[in-house]
Each structure stands twice: as structure tokens, then as C-alpha cells.
């Protein structure tokens, strides 16, 4: 039985009133969480994610230290009431389980682990709400996060979703169209334009994956963009908070514009 919802209408419209490939309005927040050393809050549409990280600090368990790299330990947690279910979700539900080492699968090849032997990485992913594209804003958060905490990476993580309804691509979904079309997360590195995930729970033509991938990585540069914005927002705010230097306009001229070129670099 189809969706009593129109996903796309004749005039090309979504149910939610974005376009096909248009994305859902993206908020970032990194201001300081508890005692974390690295916190985003990332809000895709109706979608909120806050991303906790520690360290790098020394493992807790013995078993989980390498001798040549840092562990990276990612543990989700998804809050009762953000879903419409209302069904809490313990640990070890298979679903968190998976998320979880979807995420760290994704960023232990961008994360310079080689750095910081014989420690580890804990990375904490609150949902607070969900209405699609979970995972990608669980990448999204993370990487701003590790950012945030001054981890080293080799390139931002970038996330998005995509589907196909019929024969017309989808960006960006939301709970009601990841429910109804066939649909695929991509993560990208938009420097130099690798990809660290593709998943898939749903068949999808391979026709129509090219394309979706395609759209996927320019969705990526434009995220891409929004999280340098980000941090160097934050940053500037930082630096104008330390109180040093020769200042114009609140900001230390020179600290700011040599963050200006590093964020460049990115």
C-alpha cells in the first residue's frame, strides 16, 4: 500500500514544500557542553543530534589499547520521546549497535588515530529527535565535534541522504520518504573528494545510484560550507574571549586571519 502523503507532486514539490534537491535548514551549535572536550548540537529540519566527545584520554579497558594507534569508542543513545513511537531503545538494540559501528567504521580512516598511541577517542551521539537522515547527522555532528575538541582529522565528514521516488531523485529526506522510496546515506571528504560511506538498507537501480551519488557529493560541498562557517565562527568568538593582541572590530587580527588560513586549507 503507497503512502497516503504525496512524496512529490505534479508542480515538484515535496511534502514537507522543498524542491527535489533542495536541503532541509541546517543549525549548528559548539558552544560548550558539560565537561566534554569537544560538543555540536547538528539539527537537519526536524532531525537533532548532540555529539560529546573525550579525550583523547587513556583507555579504560586494557584490552581496547593499541600500541601504534588511538581506539576510537563510539556509543549512541537515542531519547524516548524523539521519535513518535515512544519506544526506548536500550545499548544493546541491534539497530543502536549498528549505528554505532557505522560511525566509527566511517572515521577511523579520517581521524589521525597514529597521533595519540595508547589512548582513546569516546565519542558520545545523543538523538534528541528524529524525523530522517539520522545517520548523516550523526556524521555530521561527529565530525564538528572532533573538530571542536581539536582532534586532528585528515578532511571534514560530510553526510547526506538521497532517494528516488518513480524516476526523480530526493535529497535530504525526511522519516516519511525514507519510509517510502528506496534511499542511500553518503559521506564524503570534500577536499579531496573521497568517499567514506555508502550504505544502502533498501534496493535501489543501479541506473539511478549514479546519479543520487553524484547529487550526494555537491550536497556534501554545500554542507561542507555550513561547518567551516561553523567553526570559524566559533573560533573567532574564542579568540575574542582570550582578550590578547591588537584587536579591530572585538577580534585579534592576527590570530583570526591565520585561523582564516588554516580553515582555508579544508
Do not use: W
Not at 58 to 87: C, L, P, W
Not at 242 to 256: F, K, N
Amino acid at each position: 500500500m503507497g503512502s497516503r502523503v504525496e512524496i512529490l507532486n505534479d508542480g515538484g514539490f515535496r511534502s514537507d514544500g522543498r524542491r527535489q534537491f533542495e536541503l532541509r535548514d541546517m543549525t549548528i551549535d559548539l558552544s560548550q557542553q558539560g565537561q566534554a572536550d569537544g560538543c555540536a548540537v547538528v539539527t537537519h529540519g526536524l532531525t537533532q543530534v548532540l555529539v560529546s566527545v573525550f579525550g583523547p584520554r587513556e583507555a579504560k579497558m586494557r584490552s581496547q589499547t593499541m600500541h601504534d594507534r588511538a581506539n576510537i569508542s563510539v556509543e549512541v543513545n537515542v531519547a524516548a520521546f524523539s521519535t513518535g513511537e515512544r519506544r526506548k531503545r536500550t545499548r544493546g538494540d541491534k539497530r543502536i549497535l549498528e549505528l554505532a559501528a557505522t560511525i566509527k567504521s566511517t572515521f577511523e580512516p579520517v581521524v589521525q588515530t597514529n597521533l595519540y598511541p595508547r589512548s582513546q577517542i569516546d565519542v558520545y551521539v545523543q538523538v534528541l529527535q528524529q524525523d530522517g537522515g539520522l545517520l548523516q547527522a550523526c556524521i555530521n555532528a561527529t565530525t564538528l565535534a572532533l573538530v571542536n575538541a581539536g582532534i586532528p582529522l585528515l578532511d571534514f565528514v560530510c553526510a547526506v541522504s538521497g532517494g528516488v521516488h518513480s524516476t526523480s531523485p530526493l535529497l535530504d529526506l525526511t522519516l516519511l520518504e525514507e519510509n517510502d522510496i528506496p534511499n542511500v546515506t553518503v559521506a564524503m571528504m570534500p577536499k579531496t573528494g573521497k568517499v567514506t560511506l555508502v550504505t544502502m538498507e533498501t534496493r535501489l537501480h543501479v541506473d539511478r545510484f549514479e546519479e543520487i551519488f553524484r547529487l550526494a557529493g555537491d550536497a556534501g560541498k554545500v554542507i561542507h560550507g555550513e561547518m567551516k562557517n561553523a567553526v570559524r565562527s566559533r573560533t573567532s568568538a574564542l579568540v575574542a574571549a582570550m582578550g590578547s593582541g591588537p584587536r579591530v572590530g572585538g577580534v585579534d587580527v592576527a590570530a583570526d586571519k591565520d585561523g582564516d588560513d588554516r580553515m582555508n586549507e579544508y
